[in-house]
């Protein structure tokens, strides 16, 4: 290890690993610092039950808004696989178990499903303008996200093309969600299926005054201008292995279980103080890149952490191995079409506001929506060929309206007082409970493993387990002092963020690694 380097970056994330391949292979020196000791942050796949060989992608699961520029930049190796069925949502219609299942691969499957439904062609007639708001916005925008900061105003002239792109600046941008919403959508299962992509991981409520709603909706319906989610075959480790040998192949070095203990950002040269294998150690570095959030630089700088109440995070994670799939209720769909999509379950449109006002109100939901996700329905390489046949399946649920207010007071009763109601929510619509068709560990525990935001912040160190490390961004500057900068600067001179807490950052999509990359090498680029 050198004694100083170009650029050290904090965190072996994905977002840390994009920036590393690109300034390694621009020339640069690049040392990485991670906490843990394994590579890739969120983006892991982990051995989640000692007992099994089956390996979970533990906090993050789908893959969207990952460019395919840096895939083909970074020369990845990446399968992204499409998932049949997009989502199912299981109701109750006059006594009789119906489910409504939207298809990715064919529109008459999805056309009759929500017939079946509704009664009429028209809901889904309006629904597919609504999302197709969505598909212009990404049009206008995405090209935007590998590029500096545009002025709002400047952004919105793009805008000026025509009556559909007015409209969709105006339905994402510039008035609450749940306006276009209920302006398009006249069913309540319907309305709360598209709301939930602008609840997932943060809390809010449709006609959200601060817009924090709009955002994360975007942050789902935009990727690669399609807004598709994929698997990413051999799960999320996948993706952090493929990054971490480009990153290595650039030349980075990397050290694991580094204990951080001091971080010099005043002065004119950087230097980031550390233990590592029981040793002490100073490295100096011209550039510093932060992949954490703001509130965990704060507490290195001794600088106050001002977070605005939209930064708190709301969400409930399980993991789960399953000897077998549980059988529907619904006789029309096997288990095998409904879980291969995303599984919605009391997410509808008023029982989401009702459930944002009991957590505001600092109790856990009577009624809990969640979404449950199989990832080996569409990949099973993460599951051992012995697995594979005796019918194994991962499954992940995410609980929403589960704010780190309800968890932070009593976090273990809490936890399992959650983890109750979000598998009774699911076991409504089952035969049998899920937890009959749990694994079960040779000391005789189930397969089930729970996550509240309290435990997301203790391990990943995202304030309040904000799984965007804070409220997401919209896609321009929002001040004067942002126009025409990445969106990845800070207060200190050369000391850049490069993970999910810059602007235009939160999910799996590298964009902040790679616009913390190019800030750098302009300003390497310009001798400063």
């Known amino acids: 290890m050198r004694s100083s380097y170009d650029v050290v970056i904090l965190g072996a994330g994905h977002n840390g690993l994009v920036a590393a391949s690109y300034l390694g292979r621009a020339g640069l020196s690049v040392l990485v610092l991670e906490k843990n000791g394994y590579i890739g942050g969120a983006t892991t796949s982990q051995k989640v039950f ?5 390996r979970l992608s533990r906090y993050s699961y789908l893959v969207s808004l990952l460019p395919e520029k840096i895939i083909r930049d970074l020369g990845l190796n990446l399968e992204l696989r499409r998932r049949a069925t997009a989502s199912f949502t299981p109701y109750v219609s006059h006594a009789h178990h119906g489910g409504l299942l939207l298809s990715n691969v064919d529109e008459a499957v999805s056309r009759q499903s929500m017939f079946e439904l509704t009664g009429n062609d028209k809901e889904f007639e309006q629904m597919k303008q609504f999302y197709n708001l969505s598909r212009v916005f990404a049009g206008h925008v995405w090209d935007t996200m590998l590029e500096p900061l545009l002025s709002k105003e400047d952004l919105r002239r793009r805008f000026d093309v025509d009556g559909v792109s007015r ?23 319907v309305r709360g299926l598209v709301f939930t992509d602008a609840k ?6 449709p006609h959200d005054r601060s817009l924090v709603q709009n955002r994360c909706f975007l942050y789902h319906l935009i990727g690669n201008k399609t807004g598709e989610w994929k698997v990413p075959v051999g799960g999320m480790g996948a993706v952090a292995s493929e990054l971490e040998q480009a990153a290595r192949k650039a030349g980075a070095e990397m050290l694991t279980n580094v204990d951080l203990r001091a971080l010099n950002v005043t002065e004119k040269t950087r230097s980031v103080e550390f233990e590592v294998d029981g040793k002490r150690e100073t490295v100096e570095a011209r550039f510093l890149l932060v992949n954490f959030g703001r509130n965990v630089l704060a507490k290195f700088t001794g600088r106050l952490y001002q977070p605005d109440r939209t930064d708190e995070g709301s969400v409930f994670k399980i993991n789960m191995l399953l000897r077998r799939l549980p059988q529907l209720k619904s006789e029309k769909y096997p288990a095998t079409e409904a879980f291969r999509g995303t599984f919605h379950s009391d997410e509808g449109y008023e029982q989401m506001n009702a459930s944002y006002d ?5 109790r856990l939901p009577e009624k809990t929506p969640c979404e449950v996700y199989c ?16 019918g194994f399946h991962t499954m992940t649920l995410f609980g929403l309206d589960a704010p780190w207010s309800l968890f932070v007071r009593d976090n273990e009763t809490m936890r399992r007082q959650a983890e109750k109601k979000f598998l009774e929510s699911i076991n409504q619509w089952l035969e049998e409970p899920i937890e009959d068709c749990l694994a079960v560990a040779r000391d005789g525990t189930p397969c089930i493993e729970s996550k509240s935001p309290v435990d997301i912040e203790d391990a990943l160190g995202m304030y309040h387990g904000n799984i965007f490390q804070n409220a997401p961004t919209f896609p321009f500057a929002e001040t004067k002092a942002q126009i025409g900068k990445w969106g990845v600067e800070t207060e200190f001179q050369n000391v850049f963020l490069c993970g999910s807490s810059a602007l235009r950052g939160g999910a799996v999509s590298g964009i902040p690694g790679h616009n913390a990359a190019k800030k750098v090498l302009e300003m390497v680029t310009s001798g400063q």
Do not use: C
């Open 167 to 189: 409209e969709a600046w105006r339905s994402l941008a510039e008035e609450p969600l749940g306006v276009a919403i209920e302006r398009y959508l006249q069913n309540d299962l």
């Open 375 to 390: 990832h080996t329905l569409t990949d099973n390489s993460i599951l051992a060929p012995e697995l594979r046949e005796q």
């Open 50 to 54: 000692p007992d099994y060989d089956a």
């Open 200 to 205: 997932i991981g943060i809390f809010s409520h």
């Open 358 to 362: 009991e957590a505001s109100g600092g």
